[in-house]
């Protein structure tokens, strides 16, 4: 697939932080790094070389960078658009997914991938200004959908049973468009979901990530897939732009 430059959105600003499209192998780097400072060291896997985390998809993305005043990279990830739901099965999600549902899906949508933040970064204009240029991509790109993997930390889905009980009671993906089980590693856990109780602290074991694909509107698979090479334990997650609350879609896009 190739890479269409002319529906790039320029770089967006907000206090002290740009985000903006990689233009090198530097920024590529720079990008991988951060990659694996959050999802290699911090995971405690073993080092990969040269200190960078790639994969096969890289080079059919496009790589966003969120820079502080200093020009450090305190954010990073990738999108990968497709033209309509017959080109789904070519993602990165549908490696672990059964997304035979959303072949039919008219519209453009765009695989979000490899979210990062630097974990001595708090600033929450970096999630904002990150969140506004997705916004700007997808409207560029006249999609219909933003969809991709939210990842809790480990493969253990045990301390994360609340929220797994919140995602199967709130946040379900619509069942004409559930992606089905592919991977041989999963924990359905729709099928065992029980009441909850206390939904403060079943909020407290979301990922951030996944937290704000939920404030918009998003929606989850009805089992997570158990990533060991990653070491994560992740849900298909999706979102229609339409979806979106209005006044949230109009502070995205007036970043």
Avoid at 84 to 94: D, K, M, R, V
Avoid at 242 to 253: D, E, N
Wanted: net charge negative; proline share 6%.
């Amino acid at each position: 697939m190739a890479k269409d430059h002319s529906v790039r959105p320029h770089a967006l600003r907000r206090g002290g932080y740009v985000a903006r499209f990689a233009q090198s192998p530097a920024d590529s780097d720079a990008a991988a790094a951060l990659r694996h400072l959050c999802f290699v060291e911090a995971a405690g896997r073993p080092a990969l070389k040269g200190g960078l985390e790639t994969d096969q998809f890289d080079a059919l993305c496009d790589h966003v960078l969120v820079e502080d005043a200093a020009g450090k990279i305190v954010c990073c990830f990738r999108v990968l658009p497709f033209g309509s739901g017959a080109e789904i099965h070519t993602s990165y999600s549908a490696q672990y997914y059964d997304l035979e549902c959303l072949s039919a899906y008219g519209d453009p949508l765009v695989e979000l991938g490899r979210f990062c933040v630097h974990p001595d970064v708090q600033d929450a204009d970096v999630l904002r200004i990150a969140w506004g240029m997705l916004a700007a991509i997808v409207d560029a790109r006249g999609a219909g959908m933003l969809f991709g993997c939210a990842s809790f930390e480990g493969t253990d889905p045990t301390p994360y049973g609340q929220a797994l009980d919140l995602l199967a009671a709130r946040h379900l993906t619509p069942f004409d468009w559930m992606p089905r089980i592919k991977s041989p590693d999963v924990v359905p856990f729709a099928r065992t979901a029980t009441p909850v109780e206390d939904h403060r602290a079943a909020l407290a074991q979301v990922p951030s990530l996944l937290k704000t694909y939920l404030t918009m509107g998003g929606w989850v698979s009805d089992h997570a897939v158990i990533d060991a090479q990653m070491n994560t334990l992740h849900v298909f997650t999706g979102l229609e732009i339409s979806a979106i609350p209005a006044a949230r879609a109009k502070a995205l896009r007036t970043i």
